[in-house]
């Protein structure tokens, strides 16, 4: 009897045990088809627990938390500036990428997905209008600026300018925020679903020091360059450009040493406005009348301004001692005094002239100039032909002379005149020429073959 009831008992209990065992398996089938479209337990998304949720509930989870979020800017750890991103346009749409993770999930692990470690993924589908964002933006510029303005800004190493060289003034570690690496960390890490940055965290550090070797060999270079001898000689004057001139003309950054082509340009033309003596009269040592000025004639020069400027700071750059003299334009050069040892003297005052070679009188008369209608234009001019048996044409004549010497553009030269009868004194007043130097025919023939063509010829 009793084996019977023990024998009840124990169909009784596999029958219990065969019922629950299929039940079990009839949930965890019915919990498997229902996680096919539902995320398995102790899921998290964005740190967002979705599991047991569908794609629709986990999308409005998600959308609802991002709306709700605000990003902080902190100071120190304290909040220092807060925006919330509803007030930025954020608009989000998960569904794509929760259906491809809801995909990649093995339905049938759902039991063990209570006891393994949590499933975290990253969603970022996150849009934002863009025009908000920029006014947050300049918002947040504004007071950082503000906020800089109490703090020690922080500066590179240098080079400066002293009294007479460059150095080096060291790096400044201060404590100002670097702005623009700000800017771009709060409008990346609210796309990319942050919610915080530390200003602290972008404090500005020199990124050039005072040991910096490309700093120290530039300040060589500056240094280098300003104690070369540079200078000119112009026009029989020779003189140094003033080493501070040259300073102010220096200009560097991190790239090069450069010249400020403004500045080079204009000591180029105030050296023009000096010396060019196409426009500037000549100061001349005369036979009979001591110091007198003479103005502006053919034999003369202009400095190219442009060509100048680009020459003169090739020099300056390199890296020899140099004496230049300006590139010119003109009928000869600026190496050298316009009116040297070798020359023509015409005195219109005194009627007479002069040949000096080699700083020796060699030839000299009186003449006759132009009459005062047609006066003989005073001038540095200089002989650029010498021609035989010419004839002279104007308006009303048409003479032939033995010699011919012409110095400037306009048909004003020196030839013989064997019309006249005398030279000198007053004679010139009534019987003057068109502008031409008289010259006795005697003295015309030495001088056609003493005086040599780009010999000056002064007349004053």
Known sequence: MRREQNKRKKRTGLTILAAALLLFIGFYIFQGIRYNNHFLPNSKINDLSVGGSTIEEANKKLTQAVQEQQFTLTENGTSWYKVSKKDLGVKTDFVKELTNDLNKQNPWTWLFSYISAPQKNTLKNVTLDETLLQTKSDEVKAKLAELNGTRTATQNATIVKGEDNFTIQKEVAGNSLDVDQILTAFSKGIKSGHNKIELEDYIQKATITSDNTDLIAKQTELNSIIQKKAGYS???????????????WL??????????ENAVKQYVTDLGTTYNTSTVPTTFQ???????????????????????????SKDILADADFTRSPIVQGSTTADHALIGTTYIEVD??????????DGALQIETDVVTGKPSTPTPAGVFYIWNKERNATLVGEDYKTPVDHWMPI??????????????AYGGTRYQQYGSHGCINTPPSVMSQLYDAAAVGVPVVVF
């Open 234 to 248: 112009i026009n029989g004057t020779t003189f140094d450009i003033p080493k501070a001139t040259i300073m102010d």
């Open 286 to 312: 005369s036979t009979k009348r001591g110091q007198v000025s003479v103005p502006a004639g053919t034999y003369s020069w202009t400095i190219q301004t442009d060509d100048e400027t680009a020459a003169l």
């Open 348 to 357: 219109l005052v005194n009627q007479h002239m002069w040949y000096y070679k």
């Open 408 to 421: 400037d553009w306009t048909g004003v030269g020196i030839h013989d005149s064997p019309w006249q009868t």
């Open 251 to 260: 200009q560097f950054d991190d790239e090069k040493i450069s010249l400020n």
